[in-house]
């Protein structure tokens, strides 16, 4: 009778164990920045398209020529497309953005490849509100930021790149450019 109980009990010891995993790690695209700009701007983001690849909560790398790979324990923080909004607003409101702009993304490729690059080719169109809702500029910006082995470089890379971004929608925002900007 002492035998099955401790094979039963072994047997779910064995099962817990198994059933473990490694913790998840939540990462966001709105670096940590020193003090908060003030501004008086309005942005009003209408929509942001991501490619139906990445468009989960989980990391998406990509492997080789053709590959992908979700990655189970790296998560975004939140979507990935509520993690681009939050943070091209907040580097919105930090370039000082003095106007009411509406803004429409169209993310065409958001690449990850660990130890290699982070790239975001997007599709962007701003129009100034309060103008009869003109449209200013509708442009194309494809960024490439080189990134260290581990996720957490990739994502540095990414937060550079969405940094860049806002910076060229903030240049065409003011009109210090005909046409569209170039990102930096």
Same mark, same amino acid.
């Given at each position: 009778m002492v035998f099955p109980l401790k094979i039963t009990l072994v047997t779910a010891l064995l099962l817990l164990?198994? *059933? &473990? &995993? $490694? !913790? @998840?790690?939540?990462?966001?695209?709105? #670096? %940590?920045? !020193?003090?908060?700009? &003030?501004?008086? /701007?309005? =942005?009003? =983001?209408?929509a942001i398209t991501v490619p139906p690849q990445v468009d989960r909560p989980q990391i998406v790398i990509r492997q080789g020529n053709a590959g992908l790979a979700i990655l189970e324990t790296e998560w975004w923080g939140a979507s990935l497309v509520d993690e681009l909004r939050s943070a091209l607003v907040d580097q919105l409101v930090n370039n000082n953005l003095q106007r009411r702009v509406s803004l429409r993304l $169209? %993310?065409? +490729?958001?690449?990850?490849? #660990?130890?290699?690059?982070a790239l975001i080719d997007v599709r962007w169109r701003l129009r100034s509100l309060g103008n009869g809702d003109t449209a200013m500029v509708n442009c194309r910006s494809t960024l490439q930021t080189a990134s260290g #082995?581990? @996720?957490? $470089?990739? %994502? %540095? /890379?990414?937060?550079s790149n969405v940094k860049r971004l806002a910076a060229a929608i903030s240049q065409a925002?003011?009109?210090? &450019? +005909?046409? *569209?900007p170039s990102a930096q």
């Open positions: 164990a198994a *059933c &473990s &995993s $490694d !913790p @998840i790690h939540f990462h966001t695209l709105t #670096p %940590v920045q !020193p003090g908060v700009a &003030s501004s008086s /701007a309005e =942005i009003q =983001i209408e $169209d %993310v065409q +490729r958001f690449d990850s490849i #660990p130890g290699q690059y #082995p581990s @996720i957490d $470089d990739l %994502v %540095v /890379a990414h937060q925002a003011t009109g210090a &450019s +005909r046409g *569209c």
